[in-house]
């Protein structure tokens, strides 16, 4: 008698984690629709903003927001409808060249989307949601890997920052799923793919291009603890050589077309991106300071502008002792995490307070850091292996 095949409790951990974030996510994205039950809300599209006309022509019935409540869903729905910067929605936008140096979330709308502009909201919205079972799965079988429960993928699912990101059609959830997948694929050592994943998280973050650097540095780092001479001695051997070699260049290939896309993107607009960013970041550790002073000037306003004053300075100061806390746990390299962590939770530092002084941004723009943090103070449960029994099981 034939015998289907068995799914295993890592599996269905990671399935269940998936469903459950999807889930959960669309019960926030739907109370976000309010009364207008459209998904064109959730873009958050001021009337005022330069490419509201063109939403309007495809959808006449584009649900818009008061200008206060503007936010950076209009950018990736500029980008949906003008890919790759060479119509009309790319210069209905301000700051252009930084929004266009992290198209992909944008770009992957617009090939969904293609031909039916009326579509974007439903689709930004969609790949959300797909991001955020995505991530969960991920998340879950990642745990599962460092011999922790599978539930670890709910993480995801309870995480405000990506809950609130589903609600905002920002990227953050499509950030959160090509991390996850491509740090499965390498530890798989399915590289190619791992490729693949890191080249779109670049161009859907670019500081994500750093996270190939750290996994790099992680290598070379248990590489040199279980034998200093496995590289002078693994490179005589050819098939040792082509491994290291297709490793260094999947690793180099996200940074690199990241650095191709950003010379395209000075050309088209005639900035540097990175230089259009106004005043997001600064000088390490400034940028709290600089917050300070701003949420003290707002506890001297109305009773709204005063809660957000009194808990902005708290909030930051909280989430960068943790982050100082997890680098120094991090430096252990135990785990791709630690990698990961390493090199991503240090760019916080540089924050101003356009990231800071809102409860809503430094909840999504610290998001990715905050979700490895689990990671980065446990470890791994499963066994180190003996120096001639790891080197037995590398790539």
Known sequence: MAVGPTITPRVAGAALCAVFAMLLSWLTASVAFGSTGSTSTLVHMSASDGVAREALRADPDFSFVPPTSHYDGTYFYAVARDPFARGLEHTLIDRGAYRYGHPFYGQLVGLLSWGHPSSVPAWLLTIGLLSMGAAAAAASLLASGWGWTPWGGLAVAFSPGLLYAVTADTAEPLVAALLGLGLLAWRSRRTAWAAVAFVLLALTKEPMSLVPVGIFVFEAVRVWRRDRTLVPAGWADPRWRRRAVGATAALAAGPAVLFGWLLYVDHVFGRWPLGDSDDL???????????????????????????????????????????????????????????????????????????????????????????????????????????????????
């Open 281 to 395: 970041i600064g000088a390490p550790f400034g940028g709290i300071h600089r917050t300070a002073n701003q949420a003290a000037g707002l506890v001297e306003r109305d009773f709204a502008f005063a809660q957000i004053g009194a808990a902005a300075l708290p909030i930051a100061v909280a989430v960068f002792a943790v982050f100082a806390a997890g680098i120094v746990c991090a430096l252990r390299l135990r785990t791709l995490a630690d990698a990961v962590f390493l090199f991503t939770a240090p760019l916080m530092f540089l924050l101003g307070p356009a990231d800071l002084l809102y409860p809503k941004d430094i909840l999504r723009i610290t998001v990715i850091p905050v979700l490895l943090l689990p990671a980065v103070f446990r470890g791994s449960r499963l066994p180190v292996l003996k120096p001639v029994a790891a080197a037995a099981v590398s790539p």
